[in-house]
T-cell receptor
Framework: DAKTTQPNSMESNEEEPVHLPCNHS???????IHWYRQLPSQGPEYVIH???SNVNNRMASLAIAEDRKSSTLILHRATLRDAAVYYC????????????FGPGTRLSVLP | DAGITQSPRHKVTETGTPVTLRCHQT?????MYWYRQDPGHGLRLIHY???????DKGEVSDGYSVSRSKTEDFLLTLESATSSQTSVYFC???????????FGSGTRLTVV
């Protein structure tokens, strides 16, 4: 299974941009890059996902390196509500069994 | 609203009793998953399903069984609950990797 590597924790100030990195050097050509977050006492929540091109949605942006061996989740303006554990996960289109979580990055947002 | 519901939300049971947790979806997604989450271990995959009557084991499947007799329901059964199975259980659904995954709100199970 393709694996990802993320920093254990990061800190950000409120209203500043946050860049959360993820390394996935063994990614295959058909793997999608997914990002989820988990707020305290809640289930994981979808943030964004992509294959090759950068992606934007109302929550965040996903920047994917040209060689696809790394990606960055960008929160454009952190709020206190963005404090959560963020998970970067790789999964193929037809192989649902590959949806395995790592430890993720715990993001703290300082007021 | 998200098309996935878990029941019950909370359950306390005694050691040695059977327990069944239910995950119900209204999205007609092919893939369904059961995870458990414990402090210090993060989310761990128990079992998953890739279609009706098609299931397979995840990384922590010992002591658990699953069944999927119809697309919308994925049942997780603890045949004889043990205290080590005290945990929060999450169900997830997906149409495949090109789509997002949606998680349920979780079931908090306490085995006493």
């Amino acid at each position: 299974d393709a694996k990802t590597t993320q920093p254990n924790s990061m800190e950000s100030n409120e209203e500043e941009p946050v860049h959360l990195p993820c390394n996935h050097s063994t990614i295959s050509g058909t793997d999608y890059i997914h990002w989820y977050r988990q707020l305290p006492s809640q289930g994981p929540e979808y943030v964004i996902h992509g294959l090759t091109s950068n992606v934007n949605n109302r929550m965040a942006s996903l920047a994917i390196a040209e060689d696809r061996k790394s990606s960055t989740l960008i929160l454009h303006r952190a709020t206190l509500r963005d404090a959560a554990v963020y998970y970067c996960i790789l999964t193929g289109d037809n192989y649902g069994q590959n949806f395995v979580f790592g430890p993720g990055t715990r993001l703290s947002v300082l007021p | 609203d998200a098309g996935i519901t878990q029941s019950p939300r909370h359950k306390v049971t005694e050691t040695g009793t059977p327990v069944t947790l239910r995950c119900h979806q209204t999205e007609n997604h092919r893939y369904m998953y059961w995870y458990r989450q414990d402090p210090g271990h993060g989310l761990r995959l128990i079992h998953y399903s890739y279609g009706v009557k098609d299931t397979d084991k995840g990384e922590v499947s010992d002591g658990y069984s699953v069944s999927r007799s119809k697309t919308e329901d994925f049942l997780l059964t603890l045949e004889s609950a043990t205290s080590s199975q005290t945990s929060v259980y999450f169900c997830a659904i997906s149409g495949g990797g090109r789509f997002g995954y949606t998680f349920g709100s979780g079931t908090r199970l306490t085995v006493v």
